[in-house]
Each structure stands twice: as C-alpha cells, then as structure tokens.
C-alpha cells in the first residue's frame, strides 16, 4: 500500500466543530442512547464532546490495534473488550464513536459485536462509509487524516508546491 497523496489537517478548533455538528446530527436521530462505546484512541475525543452535547454519562472503550505503522495497515487485534452489559441485546441503544473510518476493517469488527448499535463517525472514507450510520465530512480514499493531537506548530508548504500532477 502506497501512501495517501493528499493531505488533509484538522485543527483543534475544526475538529470540535465537526464534533459538535456530529452531535447535532445524533440529536436530530432517532432514539436515546444509553451509553457511549468508543473506539480508542480516536474516538476517545469526539466521544467526551458527544457525550457533553447529548447528556450521556456512560462512557466505555474499545480498544483495537490496526494501524502497525502508517503506510500499512496489519491484522486486527482486540487489546478491550466491551463489557458485557453494553453488548446484550446486540448493542441496542448503544452509540458507537470513532475519528475516522477508513478501511472499514476496525467498523466491521466493532459492527459485527455490536449489530444494532448506532455507529458514528466524524469522517469517513468510501471504504468505511456502509458500516457507518452518520458522520459528518466524507474524504478520498488516498487522504490521510492529520488530526490535531498527531500535530505540533509546524510550517506549512503550500500546497502548489506540494502537488504531484
């Protein structure tokens, strides 16, 4: 797998805008959550901000290893499970909070514990958008996704110096 060609950065102002659009979209959908499953360490963010606009107090971690490095992506490993109560009845009235889906891979096993749970992300890649019930932005497959706690104060080449054409 080749790297992503396009960059994508998100600050942290943009980020909890589009978190917070994230929960007006789940506001706006049916049905009352119980509880947050959140998928770590991405979703560990957008998860506080949710459950601050939505007034959901329980919030639990699932924690599943993929990204090996960054330029592939290994088998799936479970390092947390769920816990047993928010996995009854299939995950009903469950949401289930990641940054990003991107391959699908990470949704379709938390998907597959949790079949009737709502999962939501704040972006999503073609791959990942049918296992996913509501985000907010979707982005081409090849963009990589620099979220704001993988950043420090950098310069920025422009982008016409950048592009490959």
Avoid at 53 to 70: F, N, P, Q
Avoid at 113 to 128: D, E, I, L, S, W
Wanted: overall charge negative; hydrophobic content about 40%; charged content about 25%.
């Amino acid at each position: 797998m080749s790297l992503p060609e396009k960059a994508f950065p998100v600050s942290w102002d943009q980020f909890h805008r589009d978190a917070r659009a994230l929960a007006w979209r789940l506001a706006g959908s049916k049905g009352r959550w119980k509880a947050i499953v959140c998928i770590t360490r991405g979703g560990l963010v957008p998860a506080a901000i949710i459950s601050r606009e939505l007034g959901i107090r329980v919030i639990e971690t699932v924690s599943i290893a993929s990204y090996h490095d960054y330029t592939e992506q290994g088998e799936l490993k479970v390092l947390k499970e769920i816990s047993p109560a928010l996995l009854e009845n299939e995950g009903e009235e469950v949401l289930i909070v990641d940054d990003l889906t991107d391959t699908g891979k990470t949704a379709g096993l938390v998907r597959a514990m949790m079949p009737k749970a709502h999962f939501a992300t704040v972006y999503a890649k073609p791959k990942g958008c049918p296992l996913v019930d509501t985000f907010v932005t979707e982005v081409s497959q090849d963009t990589w996704i620099y979220f704001p706690w993988d950043m420090g104060f950098t310069y920025q080449q422009p982008i016409s110096e950048g592009h490959r054409g």
